[in-house]
Nanobody, 127 residues
């Protein structure tokens, strides 16, 4: 089992920045990749970004190019999402997720490819 705890959400104005953190605990040695997803009110959960644990390969959703940066700290078992130039449409609950080794993955951009999830942290961007 892997436990994930997100933090760093809050209320900001458009154009400001936030940095989300996700700390992993438990059986983290089997982590293949970590991802961030978000769910806006009335919408489906959508992919934001992901990073592979060993190669640091990153991939982003088309909606956040150049504004968001995902990174990870293997020693701390942490993954971060730096969000700059925030927009009101970025308002959502942001979730951290972990994909485990031993599986075949297509893109690591869909929720079904992740085995563990955090509880989420609210990000609200006012105009």
């Amino acid at each position: 089992q892997v436990q994930l705890v997100e933090s760093g959400g809050g209320l900001v104005q458009a154009g400001e920045s936030l940095r989300l953190s996700c700390l992993a605990s438990g059986r983290t040695s089997g982590t293949y990749a970590m991802g961030w997803f978000r769910r806006a009110p009335g919408k489906e959960r959508e992919f934001v970004a992901r990073i592979t644990w060993s190669t640091r390969d990153t991939y982003y959703a088309d909606s956040v190019p150049g504004r968001f940066t995902i990174s990870r700290d293997n020693e701390r078992n942490a993954v971060y999402l730096q969000m700059n130039s925030l927009k009101p449409e970025d308002t959502a609950v942001y979730y951290c997720a972990a994909a485990v080794t031993g599986r075949r993955y297509i893109s690591l951009s869909v929720p079904e490819e992740y085995s563990y999830w955090g509880q989420g942290t609210q990000v609200t961007v006012s105009s």
